[in-house]
């Protein structure tokens, strides 16, 4: 029985190198050409101080570079003191879509929000971040 293991172990070390060259790395992955999909104009936004007590709209601008139209499905803030408005109709290939997010600067001091975007593109959702800070 011993003998049959170490046959059997000899066996498979013998193949590996064969097997090492089946997969090819040229062909692109589909983390990158789902990243590839979409490219946003920028996914962090520094809208500095705002005055207390006035809603401020931030707008995330992408640019759909797949070749084929992109649906965004939804788009979730962090906290109920954001709303959020976005594209609703297919973003055709080259064209250009939006993502807003209106934050109800009602507290004074600094903050970091975040919306989560998922597309048709990804079930994986896109994080878009903005900060700044409220004055009284």
Known sequence: MKKLKITALLAVLAFSPFYANVLTTDAPSIV??????????????????????????????????????????????SCGCTTADYTKTPIQPGKKGFVEASYNAAAAGPFMKTVNVTTSESKTPKTLSFKGVVTA
């Open 32 to 77: 990158k050409m789902v990243a590839d999909a979409i490219k946003w104009k920028s996914e962090s936004i520094d809208v500095g101080n705002i005055p207390q007590g006035k809603p401020k709209l931030i707008r995330f601008e992408f640019t759909n570079t797949s070749s084929k139209p992109i649906i965004i499905q939804n788009v979730a803030p």
